[in-house]
């Protein structure tokens, strides 16, 4: 079983990373809060945290292994527990992970399911249960101290900004690939750095 692989970051797209550890090349699927903290270090050597899993139906015949990569095996071990509650699973838990683990914890244990419906794919039924089944395994994810990586841009003042703009993109009608986008084009322009969400969404715009 592969449970970490380091190698040069060849490229990176929404929902994937492809790392070089010679003689392969891996593709590992990631959360958005993962693809933000590797946006600046595409060429450089990078750790991933791995689970492997079998993607597909059986009773169709198709399945896929595909492996997850994670920059923390706290992450890593997060995002276990969160995709094993009912109504979540693998690719909601991806999608969902757009916050820094050490917030998503706080909402879960602090059970503020309204804040957990902020989260991408997470309703109010989802978002109960979540509260139910975790809210005791949480509280030593919700202790994790911030780390730098939390905020790579240098547009983002502090870990929430970007996530609630791309959650406001997203709920203004774009897609999730063009809210990814209309966000990097501003990151890899701009050296500003924005007070809020608000500001960094007028300055996105003024970018059209």
């Given amino acids: 079983m592969i449970v970490k692989i380091t190698g040069k970051l060849v490229a990176l797209y929404a929902d994937r990373a492809i790392l070089e550890a010679a003689p392969f090349q891996y593709e590992t699927l990631i959360?958005?809060?993962t693809r933000r903290q590797l946006q600046t270090?595409?060429?450089?050597?990078?750790?991933l945290y791995t689970i492997e899993y079998i993607d597909g139906n059986p009773t169709q015949g198709r399945l896929t292994p595909r492996l997850l990569g994670f920059l923390t095996e706290a992450e890593r071990e997060f995002f276990e527990i969160f995709c094993s509650v009912d109504g979540v699973g693998v690719k909601k838990a991806l999608r969902a992970m757009v916050r820094p683990v050490r917030e998503i914890a706080e909402m879960i244990e602090s059970q503020n399911v309204d804040k957990l419906t902020t989260l991408p794919g997470i309703g109010g039924a989802t978002a109960e249960r979540v509260v139910a089944k975790l809210r005791r395994k949480v509280p030593k994810f919700a202790l994790m101290v911030p780390r730098p990586s939390d905020a790579l841009a240098d547009v983002e003042q502090t870990p929430d900004v970007i996530s609630e703009a791309f959650m406001a993109l997203v709920s203004l009608g774009h897609s999730e690939a063009e809210a990814h986008?209309?966000?990097?084009s501003l990151v890899s322009k701009s050296k500003k750095k924005f007070k809020d969400s608000s500001d960094l969404l007028v300055a996105i715009y003024d970018n059209q």
């Fill in 31 to 33: 959360p958005e809060l």
């Fill in 41 to 47: 270090e595409l060429d450089k050597t990078v750790s």
């Fill in 181 to 184: 986008k209309m966000i990097d």
